[in-house]
């Protein structure tokens, strides 16, 4: 099995900077995509960046240029930078990494258990 685990999230005042960090662990072979979404009340899930094994990064316009996607591979972690955070970027985060458990099963795609992000003054 694969567990993410999500940890950063919090309350800050408009203009501050949070860091989230999503750890996988268990039983995986190799790490493909990873990813960071999030869900606002009362709206679908949507993207917010993903990189790839390769480190490049792909962003949702409403982010660009405040929030930055990185990742460590030897620690199988995904990191997500916010700066200059805005009311509009509360939400609760969740990361999503593509995994394979052995070099002979399929990929699969894993969700962490969310994280909450309050911008507010």
């Known amino acids: 099995q694969v567990q993410l685990v999500e940890s950063g999230g919090g309350l800050v005042q408009p203009g501050g900077s949070l860091r989230l960090s999503c750890a996988a662990s268990g039983s995986i072979f190799s790490i493909g995509t990873m990813g960071w979404y999030r869900q606002a009340p009362g709206k679908q899930r949507e993207l917010v960046a993903t990189i790839t094994s390769g480190g490049s990064t792909s962003y949702a316009d409403s982010v660009k240029g405040r929030l930055t996607i990185s990742r460590d591979n030897a620690k199988r972690t995904v990191y997500l930078q916010m700066n200059s955070l805005k009311p509009e970027d509360t939400a609760v985060y969740y990361c999503?990494?593509?995994?394979?458990?052995?070099?002979?099963?399929?990929?699969?795609?894993?969700w962490g258990q969310g994280t909450q992000v309050t911008v507010s003054s």
């Open positions: 999503n990494v593509e995994a394979r458990r052995l070099i002979t099963t399929p990929w699969n795609n894993y």
